[in-house]
């Protein structure tokens, strides 16, 4: 018996066509069948650069502890699985007086946070510290010199036990304008300080295989420019010696994305910090949120780019959020997402 195409006098019959599409309809494929149909491929979306960067990135998403609410509402390891679980790939932890990393603690406990870091799959993108503040290397005051000195080689001997490569530095300052027992050093002898400082430093921290990474602070009266940090950094002749860049730290009166071309490749780790240039509280307080300040990022990021930096980009803010706090992990984290290119 023939099969003949279904008509209005033979309603019952079906075409071959008909029948095929009938056995493959429950597999999904009949659609193969139609025209424009899964056998015509649809073109993938262009990039939409209202979404992010139309171009990615090869760097590494990271957060500063001080945006979790630690510790007093979280634990270290509740943080270390919030950033994991948020998207990012690393985490900084910070060296205090008296919390998980501090003079209170050992290799045993640092081995302890490795494991644990390990175990929740992220990683340490390196340590910082405000200790450079009370305890100045170039401080006028002798025993605040000794003491900033002791602390820093602390900060790096526990990078070490980390297996953490990357130590910020603050190697000096003229002035600290949030604290009112800094007097105010002159900028020859600040320079010269800081130089016997880091040369020390630079010794052990060759010994423990880790990178003092100089910070630019800009609020601190020294290494006031790019050209500036180089010759300090390339001075000590030594790998072991490099720069911490900080985008937000310039940015009341310069362009991260100038900064990020002159360094090049003597950035070793990188501080994403938000900055306002609309306002006038030249505080903390000018720091914001990832994407809500006037840091031209697709700049930045090309800059950082093109100098060959491949490390991590660590966004740095110093107000958890008093309610859900969550919510500033989750929204650096898409920030982030969109500034490398991920979300476009």
Not at 83 to 88: E, P
Not at 159 to 183: K, Y
Not at 185 to 197: I, K, S, T, Y
Not at 299 to 314: H, K, M, N, P, S
């Amino acid at each position: 018996m023939s099969v003949n195409p279904p008509s209005s006098e033979n309603p019952g019959s079906l075409s071959r066509r008909d029948a095929l599409r009938a056995t493959l309809a429950g597999a999904g494929l009949a659609a193969m069948f139609e025209p424009g149909g899964a056998s015509a491929q649809t073109p993938a979306a262009a990039p939409d650069p209202r979404r992010g960067s139309t171009k990615k990135y090869d760097m590494l998403k990271s957060i500063n502890l001080w945006a979790f609410p630690y510790p007093d509402r979280m634990s270290l390891r509740e943080c270390l699985q919030l950033a994991k679980d948020a998207g990012f790939d690393g985490i900084e932890l910070n060296y205090d007086l008296d919390n998980d990393l501090s003079p209170k603690h050992g290799t045993r406990d640092y081995q302890a946070i490795r494991k644990m870091a390990d175990e929740i799959g992220i990683q340490i993108s390196g340590l910082c510290s405000f200790l450079f503040w009370p305890y100045p290397l170039t401080s006028n005051d002798p025993a605040k010199r000794e003491r900033g000195i002791e602390l820093a080689g602390k900060i790096a001997e526990a990078a070490h036990d980390l297996g953490v490569e990357n130590v910020l530095v603050v190697p000096g300052a003229v002035h600290i304008p949030w604290r009112d027992d800094h007097e105010p050093v002159p900028n020859d002898v600040c320079d010269q300080r800081a130089r016997e400082a880091v040369g020390e430093l630079a010794r052990q921290a060759e010994k423990l295989k880790v990178c003092l990474n100089i910070e630019n602070i800009f609020f601190n009266g020294y290494l006031m420019t790019p050209m500036e940090m180089n010759a300090f950094v390339d001075s000590f002749g030594s790998e072991h010696v490099r720069v911490h860049f900080d985008t937000g730290n310039i940015a009341m009166f310069q362009f991260a994305e100038h900064w990020a071309s002159v360094l090049g490749g003597r950035t070793k780790n990188v501080h994403l910090k938000e900055f306002t240039k609309k306002g006038t509280d030249f505080s903390l307080e000018t720091f914001r949120p990832l994407l809500d300040g006037t840091t031209d990022w697709p700049a930045v990021t090309e800059a950082l780019d093109a100098a060959g930096y491949r490390g991590f980009l660590t966004f740095e803010y110093f107000h958890p959020y008093t309610h859900y706090p969550e919510a500033l992990i989750y929204q650096t984290s898409d920030s982030l997402d969109r500034i490398l290119g991920r979300k476009a």
